[in-house]
């Protein structure tokens, strides 16, 4: 098993995570950065308009997509125990479509955090 589908695997289990794998609303798992995400339900993957989960997780988000810095902020800023609303702006096409989401920091091992957006 590869790295990638095992971090995958390991994200699901995760409670708050996988409670939104079968959510019909759009769920992620970004990296801490922003640049990269980790997870993604179904719906999820169909925002981004990915042909596929391991497209959608090979794919790298450029600085000037304005998430990027946003969910660097709240990978940094967020509670782990709890969701806060927050409104994200997706760099789409040729629009900035913003999504209310409900966000809470996942903390993955080590130091790293990631941020959970439903």
């Known amino acids: 098993m590869n790295g ?18 079968l959510d ?6 970004f990296s801490g950065d922003g640049k990269r995400i980790l997870w993604a339900n179904a719906s999820g993957a169909e925002f981004f308009g990915a042909e ?4 959608l997780l090979e794919h790298r988000f450029g600085n000037d997509n304005p998430a990027v810095k946003q969910i660097a902020r709240l990978s940094r800023l967020l509670p782990s125990d709890t969701s806060r609303l927050e409104i994200l702006r997706f760099a789409s096409g040729f629009g900035l479509p913003a ?18 957006a439903i």
């Open 4 to 21: 990638k589908t095992y971090a995958y695997l390991d994200l699901t289990a995760m409670s708050a995570v996988g409670a939104a794998l």
């Open 24 to 29: 019909p609303r759009p769920a992620w798992v």
């Open 52 to 55: 596929s989960m391991g497209t």
């Open 99 to 116: 999504l209310a989401c409900a966000c809470r920091r996942i903390n993955l091992s080590g130091s790293e955090s990631a941020v959970l």
